[in-house]
């Protein structure tokens, strides 16, 4: 999906000659590379074993452990975000009431019928009959006049729809990793309005503060506001720093049993739960007791214990942003199958970073399309007549951390080594050129770690031709 986005009111210096100046001495310089390598692995161009851990990238940076921002300066980022992005969005602030204008606005700007063609996992066309029944379950006959939000929490790991629907979609018939009516997905403790109530009744959408979109009813409890928007608000926490984790088996309360939780979600600790006294069929010392919202039979928020194994990675405190663990965490993803809109229950390319990014407690937008023109970044954007030697210069100025934007994707820089500057990214595909000099068409399908400079969208156009933005964090100074 293609967000609408606005310029942004503090950016890099205009003039690209002036960017490229300020970036020309590195807030992490280089210390002597470590050991040899080794001999390069197969397929993947210029890839040795060593640049498949965190350790290698981070053992060639002086200052690996130097804050990029500290806590107070990552919640002056996210301050900004909320104040200066369109693209996040406060359900606290919805009014009380929402008039069938508001609503049916919010739901037709995303609910349009693709104009390209769609076909099924089959390879079959999307009937017409089928589209009438996908369009006519949205409902929009039924909206009230007047209509007050509804407030809930996300219970389980859930996709956000384009559509009330579970049909896949797809633009060809040879390629159904990419669901078009996928969008996003929403996480356990995830805060929600709820607008409206698709025909059918199984769907609601709902605004979240990052996305609006469908989500399967039995996903989401209601209740009262406040107590939905002061869920998790006071700590302790337990945050998840692993890729995943999961919550602990119980046969006693299968809402809460081996739930999927993804990096970056913090959950509240009951802190002083009695040492002696079971949760869910189990003696709790050797776990965390969290508090998670389930949905009752009628829809309605409850809020119960269970157990987040020690085992699982997880820390009570977000993350320091160091260029180290930043390597870490990006790491922890590698090889992961890449998801299409959170699809497959891992996730995409612009999901990959802002998951990297909210283990430190840094909130970014969903999309690529609005991670690359945030406001609240320190942005270099590009142009049509940003020359060659003005984009080189940028990608050899990459520093850890640092995102890179070309046309729907985005790539994480973690250093440089050979003469090559190298990220980690999630990507269905990638090309180069072989040593036969023809154009080799990979299928990462994960995420992956690549050069820049030999990356290809075409025989002719290099990725670094088409860089849109570098988005960069750190400290704000007065202009």
């Known amino acids: ?92 602030a919805l009014p009380t009431q929402l008039t069938a204008a508001q609503v049916r606005s919010s739901i037709t700007a995303l609910s349009s019928w693709p104009t390209r063609a769609l076909y099924d996992d089959q ?17 929009l006959q039924a909206i009230a006049a007047q209509a007050a939000p509804q407030y809930g929490l996300v219970v389980k790991r859930a996709a956000l729809r384009t559509f009330p629907t579970r049909q896949r979609v797809f633009s060809s018939t040879g390629d159904t990793d990419i669901d078009r009516f996928q969008e996003s997905a929403l996480f356990p403790g995830d805060k929600v309005a709820v607008v409206h109530r698709s025909a059918d009744g199984r769907w609601l959408f709902v605004h979240s503060e990052r996305y609006s ?68 069929g189990q003696q709790a010392h050797a776990a965390w007791v969290v508090q998670l919202p389930v949905r009752e039979a009628d829809g309605q928020l409850k809020l119960v214990p269970a157990l987040l194994p020690r085992s699982q990675d997880t820390a009570g405190e977000y993350l320091a942003l160091t260029p180290r663990l930043l390597l870490q965490q990006a790491f922890k993803f590698l090889g992961e199958r890449y998801g299409w809109g959170h699809d497959y229950d891992t996730r995409d390319c612009s999901g990959f970073v802002s998951e990297i990014y909210r283990s430190f407690g840094v909130l970014l937008p969903r999309n690529t399309s609005a991670q690359a023109v945030s406001p609240a970044l320190d942005r270099l954007p590009f142009t049509e007549k940003t020359g060659k030697a003005a984009r080189d210069r940028a990608v050899t100025d990459l520093q850890v951390g640092d995102l890179v934007y070309i046309p729907g994707h985005v790539m994480m820089a973690i250093g440089h080594v050979d003469g090559r500057t190298w990220v980690i990214h999630d990507t269905a595909g990638g090309s180069w050129f072989g040593a036969d000099g023809k154009r080799v068409q990979a299928h990462l399908n994960g995420v992956s770690v690549t050069p820049l400079e030999p990356m290809m969208a075409s025989d002719t156009v290099r990725y670094i031709d088409r860089i849109t933005n570098i988005q960069r964090l750190r400290a704000k100074t007065a202009e």
């Open 123 to 139: 390879g079959q066309p999307i009937a017409a009959a089928m589209r009438a029944s996908i369009e006519a379950n949205l409902g």
């Open 213 to 280: 979109a469908w989500i399967e009813a039995e996903s989401v409890a209601t209740g009262e506001k406040a107590s939905v928007l002061g869920y998790g608000a006071q700590g302790p926490y337990r945050i998840v720093t692993g890729a995943v984790a999961h919550t602990a088996f119980t046969p006693e309360e299968p809402r809460v049993s081996r739930l999927q939780l993804d990096m970056g979600v913090r959950l509240p600790v009951l802190a002083d739960w009695p040492a002696a006294t079971p949760v869910n």
């Open 1 to 92: 999906m293609i967000l609408a986005s606005r310029e942004p009111r503090r950016h890099w210096p205009r003039r690209l000659t002036l960017a490229l100046c300020l970036l020309a001495a590195p807030a992490f310089a280089q210390a002597a590379p470590p050991p040899d390598p080794g001999a390069p692995l197969p397929y993947v161009i210029g890839l040795h074993e060593a640049y498949l851990t965190p350790q290698y990238w981070a053992a060639r940076l002086d200052n690996a452990d130097a804050p990029i921002l500290d806590r107070a300066q990552i919640g002056a980022q996210n301050a900004r975000m909320r104040s200066q992005d369109a693209h996040i969005q406060d359900i606290a």
